[in-house]
């Protein structure tokens, strides 16, 4: 009899788990998801919104892909995992058998207490429900609020600015991501936001949402109240660990997992946004939520699945988003202050950036930051993990063009400021 292997969640993690325990084995396959019937890119959520793509083109294989390569689907929700049994419980559907089980959950949307946090017109944006009613909450509305200063929030106020809808934009930090982004990256973002007609309010926070059938007005931490109709609360995303916290599964922040991706239980694994690794040195971080490192923990855990263990390791940090109109890339580690010992050559124009850490001992290249360019992402991901220095970096740096954006004139202003410093 073939071993069943089922996967609780159809995201990236667990649909990349699926592609490849198909490549690697005959193992009966099922995906549970009680959010919708096929896998789709939520990072193109925004663009459905846009209307520059409709839902059934966010889906990156065919209905039928899914039959023609054994993998099943069931529409439901698992309520309870009988780990000594090994069975999981489906709400208004009939119990499913594993002999291994994957549980690649995700992530939710974050709320703080906030009053009038649950009234109708206030939303996080996560996935297609919280599109379906980010459709119904804005149309005809006056005015929107987006809450929070990280990626989300950023594509949320696009989003709505790209109706004609005015937007206000609470940022809790002094600058626009200034726990992460150097200041002059944060500060190119923060013009960038305004420069669309956004009301970028930094150090900012939201107190409360007033309303009585939904949402009318927030108050803020300035002691400002803002009429609007629709609250957008992009404060963060956490594990969504509900799931394996009913069935007795350890977790902290995430369902706690070792290098291979294994839980507290026999059999039962933890992978993409909602685990959380057992020790440092395994991931970039203990949580790693995104899509890039769900896309590799997917494949990593699909070989152990299979009987063909391997340890993760993330190797070179890599994220890359969309700030309006200006695209941003980063690899390796480039803090918002570099440490002791590291060197940094920062150079800007024309609405484009490109930074580069160092190690001033050694001369090796630690990070790269990019903003308004395009780099080669297997050139910078080589130079970091072949120690190149940065001498040879900056002369070189042409080599990572990947479009007509990164003109030569810029890798010449790269060398000229390394010859100069």
Same mark, same amino acid.
């Given at each position: 009899?073939?071993?069943?292997?089922?996967?609780?969640?159809?995201?990236?993690?667990?649909?990349?788990?699926?592609?490849?325990?198909?490549?690697?084995?005959?193992?009966?396959?099922?995906?549970?998801?009680?959010?919708?019937?096929?896998?789709?890119?939520? !990072?193109?959520?925004?663009?459905?919104?846009?209307?520059?793509?409709?839902?059934?083109?966010?889906?990156?294989?065919?209905?039928?892909?899914?039959?023609? =390569?054994?993998?099943?689907?069931?529409?439901?929700?698992?309520?309870?995992?009988?780990?000594?049994?090994?069975?999981?419980?489906?709400?208004?559907?009939?119990?499913?058998?594993?002999?291994?089980?994957?549980?690649?959950?995700?992530?939710?949307?974050?709320?703080?207490?906030? +009053?009038?946090? =649950?009234?109708?017109?206030?939303?996080?944006?996560?996935?297609?429900?919280?599109?379906?009613?980010?459709?119904?909450?804005?149309?005809?509305?006056?005015?929107?609020?987006?809450?929070? /200063?990280?990626?989300?929030?950023?594509?949320?106020? #696009?989003?709505?600015?790209?109706?004609?809808?005015?937007?206000?934009?609470?940022?809790?930090?002094?600058?626009?991501?200034?726990?992460?982004?150097?200041?002059?990256?944060?500060?190119?973002?923060?013009? #960038?936001?305004?420069?669309?007609?956004?009301?970028?309010?930094?150090?900012? #926070?939201?107190?409360?949402?007033? /309303?009585?059938?939904?949402?009318?007005?927030?108050?803020?931490?300035?002691?400002?109240?803002?009429?609007?109709?629709?609250?957008?609360?992009?404060?963060?995303?956490? *594990?969504?660990?509900?799931?394996?916290?009913?069935?007795?599964?350890?977790?902290?922040?995430?369902?706690?997992?070792?290098?291979?991706?294994?839980?507290?239980?026999?059999?039962?694994?933890?992978?993409?946004?909602?685990?959380? $690794?057992?020790?440092?040195?395994?991931?970039?971080?203990?949580?790693?939520?995104?899509?890039?490192?769900?896309?590799?923990?997917?494949?990593?855990?699909?070989?152990?699945?299979?009987?063909?263990?391997? +340890?993760?390791?993330?190797?070179? $940090? $890599?994220?890359?988003?969309?700030?309006?109109?200006?695209?941003?890339? !980063?690899?390796?580690?480039? +803090?918002?202050?570099? *440490? /002791?010992?590291?060197?940094?050559?920062?150079?800007?124009?024309?609405?484009?950036?490109?930074?580069?850490? $160092?190690?001033?001992?050694?001369?090796?290249?630690? /990070?790269?930051?990019?903003?308004?360019?395009?780099?080669?992402?297997?050139?910078?991901?080589?130079?970091?993990?072949?120690?190149?220095?940065?001498?040879?970096?900056?002369?070189?740096? =042409?080599?990572?063009?990947?479009?007509?954006?990164?003109?030569?004139?810029?890798?010449?202003?790269?060398?000229?400021?390394?010859?100069?410093?």
């Amino acid at each position: 009899m073939k071993r069943h292997i089922v996967i609780v969640g159809n995201g990236v993690t667990g649909v990349t788990a699926a592609r490849f325990i198909r490549k690697l084995s005959a193992s009966q396959i099922t995906v549970i998801s009680s959010e919708t019937d096929h896998f789709y890119a939520r !990072t193109a959520l925004m663009y459905i919104y846009m209307g520059h793509m409709r839902y059934r083109e966010t889906k990156p294989y065919e209905d039928h892909f899914w039959t023609q =390569n054994g993998i099943g689907l069931v529409r439901g929700y698992v309520t309870h995992v009988d780990t000594a049994r090994k069975v999981l419980h489906i709400a208004d559907g009939p119990e499913i058998a594993y002999d291994s089980l994957l549980l690649a959950t995700g992530s939710q949307s974050s709320k703080f207490g906030w +009053p009038g946090q =649950n009234l109708p017109g206030v939303q996080g944006l996560y996935g297609i429900p919280d599109l379906v009613l980010m459709e119904r909450y804005t149309r005809n509305i006056s005015r929107g609020v987006v809450v929070g /200063g990280g990626l989300i929030g950023v594509e949320m106020a #696009e989003m709505l600015h790209a109706r004609g809808i005015p937007v206000t934009f609470l940022v809790r930090e002094d600058s626009y991501m200034d726990y992460l982004l150097p200041q002059k990256e944060s500060r190119m973002i923060n013009e #960038e936001i305004c420069r669309h007609d956004i009301d970028l309010r930094l150090a900012t #926070e939201l107190k409360a949402v007033k /309303g009585t059938t939904r949402a009318e007005a927030v108050v803020t931490s300035t002691g400002d109240e803002i009429v609007c109709q629709f609250v957008g609360l992009t404060v963060g995303v956490h *594990p969504n660990i509900g799931l394996a916290q009913a069935s007795g599964i350890a977790t902290r922040r995430g369902i706690l997992v070792n290098e291979y991706f294994e839980t507290s239980v026999p059999d039962v694994y933890a992978a993409g946004d909602c685990a959380e $690794f057992n020790r440092d040195g395994i991931g970039s971080r203990r949580v790693e939520q995104l899509w890039y490192t769900g896309r590799a923990h997917g494949k990593t855990v699909a070989f152990t699945l299979c009987g063909m263990p391997r +340890p993760y390791r993330r190797g070179v $940090f $890599f994220n890359s988003a969309k700030f309006f109109t200006i695209e941003y890339q !980063t690899y390796g580690d480039v +803090p918002a202050e570099p *440490p /002791g010992g590291i060197g940094t050559l920062c150079v800007t124009g024309n609405r484009k950036l490109l930074r580069i850490n $160092f190690d001033r001992q050694s001369g090796r290249v630690t /990070g790269i930051n990019v903003l308004g360019l395009r780099l080669r992402q297997d050139v910078c991901e080589a130079w970091i993990q072949g120690g190149a220095k940065i001498e040879d970096v900056a002369h070189q740096v =042409n080599r990572a063009r990947f479009d007509t954006e990164f003109d030569p004139s810029f890798a010449r202003k790269v060398q000229r400021m390394f010859t100069q410093a």
